[in-house]
């Protein structure tokens, strides 16, 4: 199962695609929150250019770790190329970039090509940027809302029409639900977030969403809006309206608790965090390629199950030792409290746990020269 489109590229725009370039001044050995030193493996001072491609999902994650980076390591400048993650892999597959943002872990076909790039000692694949992904309505009257997989499938199946139906009032006995049309609101765009809310409806909702995983939204008749902002906005406009964005962007919306298991979960950093770390791993892949299918189906206690993660995807052994060193550190900083942190205020991204950052240091820490 992919984790999110691969071709999130058509939706970004021009002015996405400017390059990130970001240095300033700073002290090199300065301690991380995770406690490790970001200057490296050896604490030094380093200079240099590292240039990445990808996920426009991570853009502004990837301003807060390179803004955050630049005070610790000030002669290294770190350029990200928010092109799409579809653009990203072909990239970085090529020898184009030091490594890409994906919103998708890469497929059979480009783990060969990731081979011929990278050699024997393989790739990492590391699950750095996690966003909850939001049920967000707009109900006067109703500050708290329970939602089952199959009413939040029946709803924006269009099957659930009215908001005092049977079924939500089952998820929600203590909530005076009104008398009023819902108006479910889609995205109009092809989208990552779009695919991952669909995978979701496909893996826990069962009969009562009959569609495919998709970026294309595929129920007709809604009301349909472009990009997160145009979903917020509608949703916002209308009372009885009710949408899917990220958890960042809800502002005064409400956010609909989902059911998991016996309990109704909250959409929170810790509980998106915890379903990554609950995921298996991806078979078949090499020993640092940490890629998962997500427990989109989990009934585990506070684990929130849609979610969009991003990786980055790198080489373990680059062809010279700057390389090695700059994309070793770089990635140091990005998985540690400090970046997480840093990617948190930034994008309202939910910061790993310390778990996936234990297991993304490992990988971290392998990466070499050639020779």
Not at 219 to 241: F, L, P, R
Not at 294 to 313: F, K, M, Q, W
Request: glycine share 12%.
């Amino acid at each position: 199962m992919k984790l999110s489109t691969t071709t999130r590229t058509a939706a970004v725009s021009a002015a996405l695609a400017a390059t990130l370039a970001l240095a300033a001044c700073g002290a090199s050995n300065e301690e991380t929150g995770s406690g490790t030193a970001s200057g490296g493996d050896s604490g030094e001072e380093l200079s240099g250019t590292l240039v990445g491609a990808g996920s426009s999902a991570q853009q502004a994650a990837m301003q807060g770790w390179t803004a955050g980076y630049s005070s610790v390591q000030p002669g290294v400048t770190v350029n990200y190329d928010p092109v799409g993650s579809g653009g990203g892999r072909e990239q970085f597959l090529a020898g184009g970039t030091d490594f890409a943002g994906s919103d998708a872990a890469l497929d059979e076909e480009e783990l060969a090509l990731a081979e011929e790039r990278c050699g024997e000692s393989g790739i990492f694949e590391l699950a750095n940027y996690i966003a909850p992904i939001a049920v967000v309505y707009n109900l006067e009257g109703v500050e708290d809302l329970n939602l089952s997989p199959e009413v939040v499938a029946g709803i924006f199946n269009q099957q659930i029409t009215n908001w005092n139906d049977p079924a939500i009032a089952a998820d929600n006995p203590d909530a005076t639900l009104p008398d009023l049309p819902i108006t479910p609101v889609n995205r109009s765009d092809e989208s990552g977030t779009t695919e991952n809310f669909t995978e979701y409806l496909v893996a826990a909702a069962g009969d009562a969403w009959p569609h495919e995983a998709s970026g294309d939204w595929p129920v007709s008749g809604g009301e349909a809006a472009q990009g997160t902002s145009g979903v917020i906005s509608a949703v916002t406009a209308g009372n009885g309206s009710i949408g899917y964005a990220d958890l960042s962007q809800a502002g005064d919306l409400g956010v609909a608790n989902i059911g998991v298991g016996e309990e109704f979960v909250e959409p929170t950093a810790e509980a998106a965090a915890a379903v990554v770390e609950n995921s298996e791993t991806l078979e078949g892949r090499g020993e640092y390629d940490f890629a998962v299918e997500l427990a989109r189906d989990t009934t585990e206690s506070g684990n929130y199950p849609i979610v969009l993660i991003s990786y980055h995807v790198g080489c373990i052994e680059y062809d010279d030792q700057e390389t090695a060193d700059l994309v070793t550190d770089f990635m140091t900083y990005v998985v540690s409290e400090e970046g997480q942190q840093a990617a948190a205020e930034a994008a309202g991204s939910a910061p790993i746990s310390d778990t996936l950052r234990e297991q993304a240091q490992g990988a971290i820490d392998a990466i070499t020269a050639a020779g």
